[in-house]
């Protein structure tokens, strides 16, 4: 692959990312939202809205993780006169795992909490 293909995937990766983040910010911003003001919902329905809670979160955190697993993929393909670069050996450098970690706890810690104030 062509450092020009390397990099248009990688950009197009990197915007799925940020279009990730922001479903999941709309997302359990609503979903607090509805739990707040609905604070006397039937148990049925707080049961919808926990296995929602952690479906969506979890659906979240799968097109997250997966776009920093392919953006670290693309770190990889860097070549020539780019992989010189001090943009690209940082980039090479970059704590991928730690990123992907943190991802995970992010959407595990919200689904927590949305849990906790359903049926806390």
């Keep these: 692959m062509t450092n020009a293909n ?3 995937w990688g950009a197009m990766r990197q915007r799925d990312i940020l279009g990730g983040l922001a479903i999941f910010i709309a997302l359990n911003s609503a979903l607090f939202a509805i739990i707040i003001l609905a604070s006397d919902i039937s148990s049925s329905g ?3 809205l926990a ?3 952690v479906l969506s979160n979890f659906l979240v955190w799968l097109w997250n993780d997966s776009g920093i697993k392919d953006v670290h993929a693309g770190s990889k ?3 020539g006169d780019d992989a010189e670069t ?3 050996q940082e980039f090479k450098k970059a704590p991928w795992a730690f ?3 943190i991802v995970i706890v992010i959407a595990l810690a919200t689904a927590g909490s949305e849990l906790y104030a359903l049926f806390g």
């Design 46 to 48: 707080q049961v919808a």
């Design 77 to 79: 393909d860097i070549t």
């Design 6 to 8: 390397s990099i248009f």
């Design 51 to 53: 296995i929602f809670a």
């Design 86 to 88: 001090a943009i690209a």
């Design 99 to 101: 990123y992907r970690g």
